[in-house]
């Protein structure tokens, strides 16, 4: 699991991550949209196991099941770590 926050357990982190991806689609539905979905066709050509993460089902759009044994991709692959890319460009300035 590459979860950079050990405050968060894995369900934790699945709908911190969720919430961003809602906002970042309310933001610019089409831009974030394009983004994901190039991010989340490569993922489906560099790991053939794709399905057994549980992150992967964020970005996929696909129902989460208690089936998947894995969290997320290694970086640079990580979910999390696209979430908080797409999140700090679109909202970084927002925050401070």
């Known amino acids: 699991m590459?979860?950079?926050?050990?405050?968060?357990?894995?369900?934790a982190l699945y709908e911190a991550m969720r919430e961003k991806l809602r906002a970042l689609y309310r933001r610019d539905q089409d831009e974030i949209h394009d983004?994901?979905?190039?991010?989340h066709d490569g993922l489906k050509v560099r790991y053939p196991d794709f399905r057994d993460y549980q992150l992967f089902h964020l970005v996929s759009g696909s129902t989460l099941r208690d089936s998947h044994p894995k969290m997320d991709f290694p970086s640079p692959d990580s979910?999390?770590?696209?979430?908080?890319a797409e999140w700090a460009k679109a909202f970084g300035h927002e925050s401070r």
């Open 35 to 39: 983004r994901v979905l190039a991010f």
């Open 2 to 11: 590459t979860n950079k926050n050990p405050n968060l357990d894995g369900m």
């Open 79 to 84: 979910v999390e770590e696209f979430v908080n």
